[in-house]
């Protein structure tokens, strides 16, 4: 098992060596990312602001992720988090944005995405932007805590961290 404190340390030292910001946008994670984050202090240095955006109406409302999108796509898709991501960076000064939507289980399956299905995107503001899915195995819990490390290990590849 990955130490997440340890993570969100070395992701905290590292936007603080680079002079960034990071905001969040997270559905199935409902926050872990930014606790574990602020749970570093003197994480006010780097951690801009965190949005939980569960449902879908809180996505459009609160990140401007457009209806066609969740409708066409779904709210687990690389579309729905590369448009949270972005609606992150418009709706804060942070640099970097961290997104996250999936499927935690132990309902939800829908065709095509199983219990498990967890899409991410990193974007930096006027920058590149990397988007990806995978697939977690285990309960609820299992899947959530797999979704904050590997958002994590994300956030450590974007800064070029070691």
């Avoid at 972005?86 to 995405?113: C, F, M, R, T, W």
């Avoid at 977690?136 to 994590?152: I, P």
């Amino acid at each position: 098992m990955t130490d997440i404190s340890g993570l969100a340390h070395r992701v905290g030292e590292a936007l603080l060596q680079r002079k960034r910001m990071l905001a969040t946008a997270e559905s199935c994670t409902g926050g872990w990312v930014a606790k574990c984050l602020t749970d570093v202090a003197g994480s006010s240095q780097w951690f801009e602001r965190g949005f939980v955006t569960y449902s879908n109406r809180s996505k459009q409302d609160m990140l401007g992720v457009s209806a066609g999108t969740l409708d066409s796509q779904g709210a687990v898709s690389e579309a729905t988090v590369r448009e949270m991501a972005a609606g992150v960076l418009q709706h804060s000064p942070a640099e970097l944005a961290l997104a996250i939507s999936g499927i935690a289980g132990p309902g939800g399956d829908v065709p095509g995405k199983s219990v498990g299905t967890v899409c991410f995107a990193w974007v930096t503001r006027g920058g590149g932007q990397r988007v990806e899915t995978r697939h977690f195995s285990g309960d609820r819990e299992a899947v959530r805590r797999q979704s904050v490390e590997h958002a994590l290990e994300g956030l450590l590849d974007e800064l070029g961290a070691d």
